[in-house]
């Protein structure tokens, strides 16, 4: 090890500070700061090098932590695709919303057909994975109707793991409705040791045909909602009697 080696290990960070600049502002020559601080002209460019860095970085502009890049996506027609599924399925936006998205955001343009298309390929899919399952492991079956529109939806739940085992679209809500796809699901091995449902006719009567005598128990919401209507009207029958009291009570005192 040299000299002027053992010079510069031996420097403070103040005095190194102080020969990067002199250096930086070329006060004097290299050579002649060198052979003065007994130090190599090498050690010298690296001084000033650091503190070149250090001054880009102190004036660097200041970058946004929005506008950082958090990931890339590798965009592909399928990854679209699931895109278009979210957005309708989760975000329950409509066609025109998911092809304002893929325009505005991935400057792709598509149209509502191929929107409906997507989906049709995909509820084709879910339709052939519903009709594999085992549904031999469902023990109390929760049976209604819902609507889409003036459409009844036919619904059949799962009670312990909330699994949707009939969401059927029908044109009608009668026994025989109820009844072909209670037989559908009933040979994927549905047969559970009693249903909970509302009083529907059409229910019970489709349950009958596809499961005999097994049990239907009358559902609670219908007889808190009728028992909600009955409080709620005699509670207004209550106030309407205090009103009617305080008033002769009025007239009474005024009379005396």
């Known amino acids: 090890m040299n000299s002027s080696s053992c010079v510069a290990t031996t420097l403070s960070p103040s005095e190194r500070q102080e020969l990067a ?6 006060t004097e020559p290299v050579t002649n700061l060198a052979k003065e601080h007994q130090v190599s002209r090498k050690f010298l460019y690296q001084q000033r090098n650091r503190a070149n860095d250090a001054l880009e970085e ?23 695709f699931q895109l278009i ?29 191929t929107i409906h298309n997507r989906l049709a390929v995909a509820s084709a899919s879910a339709i052939k994975n519903n009709q594999s399952q085992d549904l031999s492991a469902i023990e109390i079956g929760l049976h209604d109707e819902i609507f889409h529109g003036s459409k ?13 085992y009939l969401l059927e679209s029908a044109d009608h809500r009668d026994a025989d409705t109820w009844g ?42 219908h007889i808190q909602h009728q028992c909600q209507t ?13 009103t009617r009291r305080q008033a002769l009570e009025a007239q009474m005192a005024k009379a005396k």
Request: aromatic share 8%; glycine share 8%; charged share 15%.
């Open 21 to 26: 600049l002199q250096v930086l502002t070329k």
């Open 58 to 80: 102190a004036f660097a502009p200041t970058t946004n932590i929005d506008d950082e890049v958090l990931f890339h996506l590798p965009v592909t027609k399928a990854w679209l």
């Open 85 to 113: 599924l979210s957005l309708v399925l989760i975000c329950h936006s409509s066609f025109r919303g998911v092809v304002e998205l893929l325009r505005d955001l991935f400057d792709f343009p598509t149209c509502v057909g």
């Open 152 to 164: 009844p939806v036919l619904v059949g739940i799962d009670a312990t793991s909330t699994y949707y």
């Open 180 to 221: 072909y796809h209670l037989l559908n699901a009933a040979e994927q091995g549905l047969d559970p040791t009693h249903t909970i449902a509302d009083a529907g006719s059409g229910l019970r009567a489709g349950q009958k045909e596809a499961f005999g005598d097994k049990p239907c128990h009358g559902d609670v919401f």
């Open 230 to 242: 009955l409080a709620n009207s005699l509670n207004q029958k209550e106030m309407g009697a205090q």
